[in-house]
Antibody, heavy 131, light 110 residues
Framework: QVQPVESGAGVVHPGRSLRLSCAASGFTFSGYGMYWVRQAPGKGLEWVAL????????NYGDSVKGRFTISRDNSKDMLDLQMNSLRPEDTALYYC????????????????????????WGQGTMVTVSS | QSALTQPASVSGSPGQSITISCTGTYNDVGHYDYVSWFQQGPGEAPKALIYEVTKRPAGASDRFSGSKSGNTASLTISGLQAEDEGDYYCSSYTRSNTWVFGGGTKLTVL
């Protein structure tokens, strides 16, 4: 069954750091773009970050840019989210999600990466930021 | 990164068809055919129903279908069933190489 598995849940004080991980299960991890999406208690879904299949392209939501870093290790089939300078408003259930595919196009050494949509989600891992 | 606009709630009777709209701008829904729809039951993780406007992932029921016109995408659920109750979200890729979600729609089966 294709399903990412998140880990790293915790309760931290404001200003501290936490690292989340996501393990690939049932698919060839290195062939797919990946995402982190979060959901605050009782709220809707919020896109957090994306990373290309080879790790060369990353981007972030405005609310986490400059504080969070997404990365991947294709040799270990692992996706990470390093979260620094945490705020109470970062309290949420964090989901790891897999893209439909992974590809790039371009020429003269300038690559553009394609993203298609989140087709498989993990069960989520809870982050609570509180003093 | 403004959220896509969805109705807060919709309802229908068993067997009926309902449609949920998702309105964005030329910078997201109107520019790409990378619109997805997700279903989330109480206490559950989101489940993908539709990706790339009209495609269904393996395991998704064919009672769910997607479409798009201009800056608005739509999800249609046919043959409504009690198990379809829950929250539905749309998302779209944007020209800024980001993703944006709708605020979510709560579906009630009467």
């Amino acid at each position: 069954q294709v399903q990412p598995v998140e880990s790293g849940a915790g309760v931290v004080h404001p200003g501290r750091s936490l690292r989340l991980s996501c393990a690939a299960s049932g698919f060839t991890f290195s062939g797919y773009g990946m995402y982190w999406v979060r959901q605050a208690p009782g709220k809707g879904l919020e896109w957090v970050a994306l990373i290309s299949y080879d790790g060369s392209d990353t981007n972030y939501g405005d609310s986490v840019k400059g504080r969070f870093t997404i990365s991947r290790d294709n040799s270990k089939d692992m996706l990470d989210l390093q979260m620094n300078s945490l705020r109470p408003e970062d309290t949420a259930l964090y989901y790891c999600a897999k893209d439909r595919g992974g590809s790039r196009y371009g020429n003269d050494g300038v690559w553009h990466y394609s993203y298609y949509g989140m087709v498989a989600w993990g069960q989520g891992t809870m982050v609570t930021v509180s003093s | 990164q403004s959220a896509l606009t969805q109705p807060a709630s919709v309802s229908g009777s068993p067997g009926q068809s309902i449609t949920i709209s998702c309105t964005g701008t030329y910078n997201d829904v109107g520019h790409y055919d990378y619109v997805s729809w997700f279903q989330q039951g109480p206490g559950e993780a989101p489940k993908a129903l539709i990706y790339e406007v009209t495609k269904r992932p393996a395991g998704a029921s064919d009672r769910f279908s997607g479409s798009k016109s201009g800056n608005t995408a739509s999800l249609t659920i046919s043959g409504l069933q009690a198990e379809d109750e829950g929250d539905y979200y749309c998302s779209s890729y944007t020209r800024s190489n980001t993703w944006v979600f709708g605020g979510g729609t709560k579906l009630t089966v009467l």
